[in-house]
């Protein structure tokens, strides 16, 4: 099987300038992309798709992001949807898909699939005639879900050959994120201002400050089959002032529902705060300020990751528990300690979990090993050659070089 990466690429994975500079080398050849996300359910298939596309446009790439469900744009990135973030077209995946494009829509130079989505057929006929007439074919990535699994690593960079349709005899490659040096990588914070330390002070998050009192802040981003109820009582015993940020829809939900079914005055030293939909870099730079993060999904176990802060991931939960491997794994990358394993057996429900929490480690005790723990597993990662700096990379060798196999 060829190296996952040709030789001239290897330079360019050398360690990357400190996470979050977004400034591209003068010489990055900039491209024109197309990025399509159909919605599954939650957020996290815009999330990360919103996510790449500012990257890109940050440095300096024109990037048209097709969409089939463009609401959750409205508080993750205002005024997306109505053109205002330069470089980004927001496109109507229903426009691509009955009509073939008017002719405004340039042959691409990169199409990414975003989680195996399939571009709809009536644009990929139109453009596979535009890329026989104009003699090159953009570079086809299907980027697919984040994982620590080794099944991700050995398929990152395969080639993926188009057996039928309209891009017969093409072919796509698979790009897997992840938390290894081998893997695609992790997307980076994506606003203008991840350079700049995080601040209380920041008008979106003033209201959400911690009390001077020395108070604890822990965020919750959570399915609705987390155990609240456990989590609001193993708070309220840290002998700890916490202020529990509650992130909108589910959690917001499942913490109202246990208000509801407990008495009242049992929460009394726990300040439950219930947040809006915040913009993507606002949650951002939230993550990087709370002293704990209970985050769910990829995207956002992907930014607190890089934050260094202590997090605790609730993984998208699934009937035939299949979600179990892919949370070992991540583990297993972090070389999680056995109070982080405990944590996260009760935070996901593992069928190993003692019925009641476990005396739960909390990040804020004196000599909690937490804190570096989570400190040393963030340096590993910006060690990392970012997603978005390696797609560009890829895309550019074979934008020179048509035949250039990543695999
Ligand atoms: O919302 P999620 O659970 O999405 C997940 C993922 O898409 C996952 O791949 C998929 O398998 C599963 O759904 C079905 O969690 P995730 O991945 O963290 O995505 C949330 C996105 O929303 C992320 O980009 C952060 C962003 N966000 C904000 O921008 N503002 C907010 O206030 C909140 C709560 C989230």
Redesign the pocket.
Known sequence: MPSRTPSSLQASATAPAPAHTQSPPASEKVLLWDIFCKV?????????C??LAAQLALRGHSVRLWLDDKR?LQ???PGAAQGGWPGISVRDWSSAQHAAPVPETPLADVWVEA?GCDIPPAWLQSQVDAADTQGRRPAWINLE??SAEPFALRSHGLPSPVLQGPAKGWTKYFFYPGFSPASGGLLRRSDAQATQPPTWANPELAAFAPEASGERTVLL?S?ASAPIVDLLQALTGTGQAVQLLV?????AQAVRDALTALPDGRWAQLRLRF??????????Q?LALCDLNL?????????AVQTGKPCVWQI?PQNDCAHQPKLRAYLETLAADAPLCAWHAFWNGTPAASPAPPTLAWPWEPDSAWPRHAANVAARMAQNTDLCSQLIDWAVLRAAHPTAQRA
């Open positions: 599954i359910d939650n957020y996290g298939d815009v999330g990360v919103w996510r959750p508080w993750m990135a989680f879900y984040l981003f399915y992130a909108a829809g589910q959690s947040l809006p939909n915040l913009p993507q870099p606002v949650f951002d939230l985050v769910r999904g990829e995207d956002s176990l992907a930014q998208y």
